[in-house]
């Protein structure tokens, strides 16, 4: 647009200087000018024919070339005209290029004494374009309601002839709107001594869409104000350029009207420079820029950039989860303050300074569903700088105040890092985790194609079973748990972690081995691990979960344990009396909570049966086997003690009275079982059985 | 002795086989098996609206398997 | 010595039949990605019929034409765009995952994607030979 309006006014203000030249009658004019030549700007062959009684005025231009665009043999003629002593007047005239005549119409007066000059040029859809020019130093233009769809339209043919890309562009993002503008074109003169531009001009009604759709705006309302001044190292100029009205979706950002851009720079043949800029952005208390813009190719060659006072809250949704995790929008949430710095030079980024300020993150927990559920994981506040280069390493140090991960609570803890390119190194993290701390070692990551990958180790700090089960929300249970797990891996979509998580419980330990963790923060989250458990001491255990009273000890594994949304849904569990002499008692209660383990086919004998009476038994051992797998336990009891009749005993009676338990339904629905089972512990009655 | 040694290397040269044997069978793809399981897989997430008024979808998900 | 032989090739035929069987997709990850992008569908349905996404030769879904949806509404078209894919890259690991050979993502994804496009419904778009057709 500004191309064309400046272009149209270096035309007038040719005809202007043809004009300067002294006349000698009114009855026949004819001039003829040598060449022009200004940066930018050759006209040659120019011709003013005036003869009053013919035609009307002509002029001839036989080669008009503005920057590395050219035209041959243009011709305006005037149907309509007089010269009224001293001017020269035309009504409708029509300006040709060759055999092509614009589509536009031209009124003009001109006194050859002051070399005045004022035009009007109508185009067919009703816009205008008013020249004035004073005779001196001074050319005015003023464009009203110029629609943008017409240089698509009626004028493509001279817009593709002005600037041939431009015009592709403004008709493949099919762009509209209406303009209205006011130029004030200063020559260089006695008063002063540099040529001056002033431009202000609107957009209203304003829109484009790229044939994707994904670089659109509609109901766009721009408003402009520029000066610039011309120096010999080119036009320095300043302005102000705001945004008013409507939205956009520059991929992956949507947009709104608001933000109000001030900014004074350079521009001349090779390069458009930013010297300083201010944008008004809601969210940012200061944004400021600097920026150096090639112009054949138009490339960004360098960028400086310093934001500050960012408020995340807005930021994040608008700004940061669109453009790093839109997959994450429905679950990322951001609060507190942030500034940025960055650079880019020669095209390339070069360095990235980020300052936190209480900052916070939160990541929502999802359910299978996808719906977002839970708790999830939060950090912050969260304080510090960190820094990125380019060419060197940098060492990024956050603090943090907290967070949570579902519903643990994190203590404060410091993070620093080593960034080096695409890698970062981070030192000991250590996260306060109850009474205990989770400690990360040496960890490393690597950013590369597939996401990020690296390696570390993960020690857990002694935490109490007590206070973990308390903010767990489980029956309480003492003892300790802690880790140590030197080798973790993080691919995409898995953490897997070799070594041990070792709970000390009940009187025995529990240990986890090969731990891994796929798909950490999609809908697909999953742990696996295999379990091993020796000498739990039952009648804590019974205790605890309120399941009746067994004392003695038992040991279990618990091969290929895989939990989703911390549910189990597939292990093959093996529980069995650990070996050793001690004493074995299972209370009545006990075994009818047992039976409905079993499912029940058992235990009818015994609740119509004499043992009722007895309160307490002797067993000689335990065992039971679950293998779960698509929501149904597969189920058997203490190994190598099939019966034939398909029973499986789970227990072995011994000593006086002696009791068998014995379940024959093998196949029990897992989600069945958990159900009951927690309605033994909640409401601490016998289950119903069936 | 000889005989040893060709024995040896006959048990040497089956092994290699069967270690590149190994190898083949690794990195073969089952691609028919793939199509099978990518189908069900397709069916069930698109099947969901063809049988069942959009709206009413999400509530009866979990009920069959 | 035959004898081995014998072995070793019953051995790999059993391997081979094995692998040309069925693959194991019915794990509780497979399954939660399943039910997430089912329920996700409802929402993608209309986008395939208006042409505002289509089906990539990649295995994924892609905006290609986000002119068909309301200004305001194409980044949270995005987002969906963004998580199903999420989703999909995460099924096509879970699925090499399961079957023990997680180096075959890249054929399970490449599968998908042509089973993606073969199945959907005429008048969706889908990518092939690096353009959009409608079906």
Known sequence: ????????????????????????????????????????????????????????????????????????????????????????????????????????????????????????????????????????????????????????????????????????????????????????????????????????????????????????????????????????????????????????????????????????????????????????????????????????????????????????????????????????????????????????????????????DGAGLSLAGVDEGGEVRGRGLAFGPLSGHLPWSATAPTRASLQLEGGHWEALSLGAFDVDALLDGGQVAFGQIRIPLLDGALVLDGLALEHGAEGWRGQGGVVVEPLSMALLTQALGWPSMSGILSASMPGMRVSTGEISLDGALVVSVFDGYLQATGLRVSEPFGVASNLRADIEARHLDLAQLTDTFSFGSISGYVDADVKGLELAGWRPVAFDLRLASSPGSYRRRISQRAVQNIGALGGGGAIAALQRGVLSVFDTFGYRELGFHCVLANGICEMSGIAGRERPDGGFPIVRGGGIPALDVIGYNRRVDWQELVDRIQRVIENNVAPELH | MPFFRIRSLLLAGSLALAASACVTINIYFPAAAAEKAADRIIDEVWQARENQSPQAAPAEQGAEQ | MRWLTAGLLSWMMAFAVQAQGNLEIDTPAISALKASMKQRHAQLRPLYVSGAIGLAADGSVALRDASAVPLAQRGSVNALVAAENADRSALYREVARANQHPEWEADVRSTFAQRWIDRAPAGWWVQRGGTWVKK
Not at chain 1, 36 to 48: D, F, K, M, N, Y
Not at chain 1, 173 to 202: M, N, S, Y
Not at chain 1, 305 to 328: C, Q, V
């Open chain 1, 1 to 356: 647009m500004a191309a064309r309006a400046a272009a149209r006014c270096c035309c007038l203000a040719l005809l202007a200087l043809a004009a300067i030249l002294p006349v000698q009658g009114i009855e026949r004019i004819q001039l003829s000018i040598g060449d022009i030549r200004a940066p930018g700007l050759s006209v040659q062959g120019v011709e003013l024919q005036f003869a009053a009684g013919s035609k009307g005025p002509e002029l001839r231009i036989a080669h008009l070339a503005l920057g590395e665009r050219a035209w041959r043999g243009l011709h305006l003629s005037c149907p309509e005209a007089d010269a009224a002593f001293p001017e020269i007047r035309c009504r409708g005239g029509e300006i040709r290029v060759g055999a092509k005549r614009l589509p536009l119409n031209i009124d003009f007066r001109f006194d050859p004494l002051t070399s005045a000059f004022d035009a009007v040029l109508r185009l067919s859809s009703g816009s205008t374009v008013d020249i004035h020019h004073d005779g001196g130093n001074l050319v005015e233009a003023a464009l009203t309601r110029f629609e943008i769809g017409e240089l698509s339209g009626d004028l493509a043919g001279f817009a593709a002839q002005v600037s041939p890309a431009l015009a592709a562009e403004l008709a493949q993002h099919a762009a509209k709107g209406t303009v209205d503008a006011r130029l004030a074109w200063q020559q260089a003169g006695d008063a002063d001594p540099h040529e001056k531009l002033q431009l202000q001009a609107r957009l209203s009604g304003g829109s484009f869409s790229s044939p994707d759709g994904l670089q659109a705006a509609e109901g766009l309302a721009l408003s402009l104000d520029l000066t610039a001044r011309a120096l010999a190292a080119g036009w320095d100029w300043q302005g102000r350029l705001a945004w008013e009205g409507g939205e956009a979706y520059l991929h992956p950002l949507y947009l709104q009207s608001g933000p109000v851009l001030q900014a004074e720079g350079r521009l001349n043949d090779d390069e458009l420079v930013l010297r300083m800029a201010t944008l008004e952005l809601e969210g940012v208390d200061q944004f400021a820029l600097t920026a150096r813009i090639a112009r054949e190719p138009p490339s960004l060659q360098d960028l400086t950039l310093s934001l500050a006072g960012g408020d995340l809250a807005i930021l994040g949704p608008h700004w940061i989860t669109p453009a790093l995790a839109p997959a994450l929008a429905d679950r990322l949430r951001f609060a507190g303050h942030a500034g940025a710095g960055a650079e880019i030079r020669n095209g390339q980024l070069f360095s990235l300074d980020l300052v936190f």
